[in-house]
């Protein structure tokens, strides 16, 4: 049974998203001392769907964001301020209302003038760079993008950004009705983890999938700073061994993941993956030095190819251009495309393999490669030996 004030500050809450007037409502106090929900923070929402509310669900060490439609919302915020919560701030354009209460259940009502003068909906690509929470999120303090408060440290900015980036195109491409709950993925050559951890993060918060990740990682510091965190943070299915990508054993990987893993690491992983019949492959190559030595290009292009930048960067787009066709030899479909940009990080292509069912034309993509390696006077891709597909092409 709600009190009195209650009631008053429910109708206030209905009549400011009937009149269009809501702007935000927070839910704070827990009655329950023990209990590991600290606060809610209700705020509109624009979606592909239509207008919502948007919960965040604000926990010790995490944020959950789940999104209702106005009539659901007002069911539950009922429900909150009966069961879970003594104090709610609501702010709407024409005035705050504080309802605020103590364990013996007497409540007050307190009206003051509006904080806020116009409502500003968050638009869903908002709402997504919110997945990855500053607020209470311990790895990144850890790691050293935020402070004790939370907030982005100077010449932060930009890592932060990146991690985004980095989560809103991985969740497109995982679709979670194609893996099965417990999906395994390898991030190799790891790092210092910043976008392992967010992946956990997002995946377990956003998703219905339970990610069992593993992180491996050549430096054995960065290898203990990682459990370390991962620990802290009760990420429970994240660790971090220390080895080499080539040397790993892996098994039934489900999605492979190789960020800016120098020069020919990047094709070990790509290799890795393959081996394991990962459905997923995502790789974003860097420091491409293997074709680069073997360019020996006798034909026209030797013309242009006399420029130092200009064959590198020719180096670059044949390397991964043959790695992509070797995936699809393989039986992947895939793209190459920027994901961030320059701005923030030169090393900003990504390739991505997704298993195919259908039957690629082996013969005919080999005869490709081939033709380019001739062209190029290349003598073999670093990948071809590691599938052992050298003598084919
Ligand atoms: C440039 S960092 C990228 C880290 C992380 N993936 C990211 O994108 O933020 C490359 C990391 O890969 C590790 N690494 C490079 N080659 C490796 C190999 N063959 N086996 C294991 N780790 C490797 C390096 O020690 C380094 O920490």
Redesign the pocket.
């Known amino acids: 049974m709600l009190e009195n004030q209650q009631n008053i500050f429910l109708e206030k809450l209905i009549l400011s998203t009937e009149q269009k007037e809501f702007v935000k409502l927070v839910l704070s106090k827990k009655r329950d001392k023990n209990s590991d929900l600290n606060k809610i923070t209700v705020l509109p929402v624009q979606l592909k769907e239509g207008f919502r509310l948007s919960f965040v669900y604000n926990y010790q060490t995490k944020d959950i964001t789940k999104n209702y439609t106005e009539s659901e919302a007002l069911d539950l915020i009922k429900t909150e301020i009966e069961t879970r919560f003594l104090n709610a701030d609501l702010f709407t354009v024409s005035e705050n209302v504080q309802l605020f209460g103590n364990p013996k259940g007497n409540f007050g009502i307190k009206i003051s003038e509006p904080l806020f003068k116009e409502i500003k909906p968050l638009s869903h690509d908002k709402l997504k760079k919110q997945w990855i929470a500053t607020e209470n999120n311990l790895y990144l303090r850890e790691l050293g993008i935020t402070n004790a408060a939370g907030e982005i440290r100077p010449g932060m900015h930009d890592k932060f950004r990146q991690i985004n980036k980095y989560i809103e195109v991985v969740s497109g491409l995982i679709d979670e009705n194609r893996f099965a709950e417990n999906v395994k993925i390898a991030?190799?050559?790891?790092?210092?983890?910043?976008?392992?951890f967010a992946l956990y993060d997002f995946l377990s918060k956003n998703t219905k999938l339970k990610p069992v990740i593993s992180g491996?990682?050549?430096?054995q510091d960065?290898v203990d700073f990682c459990n370390k965190t991962a620990q802290k943070a009760k990420f429970d299915k994240l660790d971090f061994v220390q080895?080499?990508?080539?040397n790993?054993v892996f098994e039934n990987i489900n999605i492979l993941i190789?960020?800016?893993?120098?020069d020919t690491?990047t094709d070990?992983a790509i290799a890795k993956g393959i081996k394991s019949g990962a459905s997923l492959i995502i790789v974003?190559p860097?420091c491409h030095k293997q074709i680069r030595k073997q360019f020996n290009v006798t034909n026209d292009l030797a013309s242009v190819l006399k420029h130092g930048i200009l064959k590198e960067r020719q180096a670059e787009l044949i390397t991964d251009g043959i790695r992509a066709l070797i995936l699809e030899a393989h039986g992947y479909k895939t793209k190459v495309f920027e994901f961030i940009s320059t701005e923030h990080t030169p090393k900003n292509v990504m390739i991505v393999a997704e298993k195919s069912d259908k039957n690629s034309n082996n013969a005919e993509i080999l005869s490709k490669i081939k033709a380019i390696k001739n062209f190029f006077g290349i003598e073999y891709h670093y990948l071809e030996n590691l599938l052992d597909i050298r003598h084919k092409i």
Not at 258 to 262: D, F, K, P, Q, V
Request: overall charge negative; aromatic content about 6%.
């Open positions: 991030d190799m050559g790891s790092g210092k983890g910043y976008l392992t491996i990682e050549f430096r960065l080895g080499t990508i080539e790993s190789a960020l800016h893993a120098c690491a070990d974003a860097c």
